[in-house]
């Protein structure tokens, strides 16, 4: 940049010495869609290897909207606590039909 006369020597100068900040950017859809995240990962690897992944400063872009995700988790949890319910209300009938039967 000095070359090119955007900065100055001094400029140049203090900028060497000051000290580089790196904050590892979080990606949020990890923790909002870790099945979709960890499958995409998956394919990635496979495909370039963990250094590529890893290292290689790949940016990817997919067709994961976070809404429907979590509309998907939302209706399968609770088509899940109802299966539970459901089963165990058909347990109980069939064991008050086997205490019927064998009592």
């Keep these: 940049m000095q070359e090119q006369r955007y900065i100055t020597a001094a400029e140049r100068s203090e900028a060497e010495k000051a000290q580089l900040l790196f904050k590892q950017q979080e990606n949020i859809n990890i923790s909002q869609a870790p099945y979709f995240t960890e499958y995409i990962r998956q394919i990635i690897e496979k495909k370039y290897g963990s250094k590529g992944l890893y290292e290689s400063g790949l940016h ?8 429907m995700e979590k509309a998907a988790e939302e209706a399968l949890h609770t088509g899940l606590e109802e299966y539970e319910k459901r089963e165990k209300r058909l347990q109980s009938r069939q064991k008050k039909v086997e205490e019927l039967w064998f009592a």
């Design 60 to 67: 990817i872009e997919t067709t994961l909207d976070v809404a």
